[in-house]
T-cell receptor
Framework: AQSVTQLGSHVSVSEGALVLLRCNYSSSVPPYLFWYVQYPNQGLQLLLKYTTGATLVKGINGFEAEFKKSETSFHLTKPSAHMSDAAEYFCAVSPRGYQKVTFGIGTKLQVIP | SQTIHQWPATLVQPVGSPLSLECTVEGTSNPNLYWYRQAAGRGLQLLFY??????ISSEVPQNLSASRPQDRQFILSSKKLLLSDSGFYLC???????????????FGPGTRLTVT
């Protein structure tokens, strides 16, 4: 079975500051990992994914995430927060060869001007 | 390019009434299809998923059901709604499974259901 833990249901950062959203996973087989973003009253949008190869993955809107197998982590970062980054972010895991994805509970990012 | 539609966008229904939410995907064939419910502070709960026409897997026993009458159409239904059915319902699709499939999902805009 797989699971995802997102540390911090709410994170606040100042505009221009580093964004760090934490995600740890557990999976019985090597996983695929995803980050999604959700703006109010909208569906989820895929930010980035890790499947294989390079452990540092770049996504849309300047976000990136690093897969660290030894730490079972897949934290999401962005060097400089923008007001438009305010949204809810979901980490998700899917074991290879498995068609279902398990989502974390989400982290709401607030960007303070 | 692929697009996914859901309707209605919002719905207010009394307890005990029936429900039908529809989801359609354009621009792809044989997608995997999913229904999720999202409640505040509880993340996404997978309700049903389908790998083909007429093939439905249920994840959570409840008074909801799903059907896939056509390859790119997925319907969520209920005969009698409960107050606890209120929430934000999301439909998603993922590409057909293959050797390199990673099952990333693409979501529709959602339906906000309020049961009164």
């Amino acid at each position: 079975a797989q699971s995802v833990t997102q540390l911090g249901s709410h994170v606040s950062v100042s505009e221009g500051a580093l964004v760090l959203l934490r995600c740890n996973y557990s999976s019985s087989v090597p996983p695929y990992l995803f980050w999604y973003v959700q703006y109010p009253n909208q569906g989820l949008q895929l930010l980035l994914k890790y499947t294989t190869g390079a452990t540092l993955v770049k996504g849309i809107n300047g976000f990136e995430a690093e897969f660290k197998k030894s730490e079972t982590s897949f934290h999401l970062t962005k060097p400089s927060a923008h007001m438009s980054d305010a949204a809810e972010y979901f980490c998700a895991v899917s074991p290879r060869g498995y068609q279902k994805v398990t989502f974390g509970i989400g982290t709401k990012l607030q960007v303070i001007p | 390019s692929q697009t996914i539609h859901q309707w209605p966008a919002t719905l207010v229904q009394p307890v005990g009434s029936p429900l039908s939410l529809e989801c359609t995907v354009e621009g792809t064939s044989n997608p995997n299809l999913y229904w999720y419910r999202q409640a505040a502070g509880r993340g996404l709960q997978l309700l049903f998923y389908s790998v083909g026409i007429g093939q439905i897997s249920s994840e959570v026993p409840q008074n909801l059901s799903a059907s896939r009458p056509q390859d790119r159409q997925f319907i969520l239904s209920s005969k009698k709604l409960l107050l606890s059915d209120s929430g934000f319902y999301l439909c998603a699709w993922s590409p057909l499974a293959g050797l390199a499939a990673s099952y990333e999902q693409y979501f529709g805009p959602g339906t906000r259901l309020t049961v009164t």
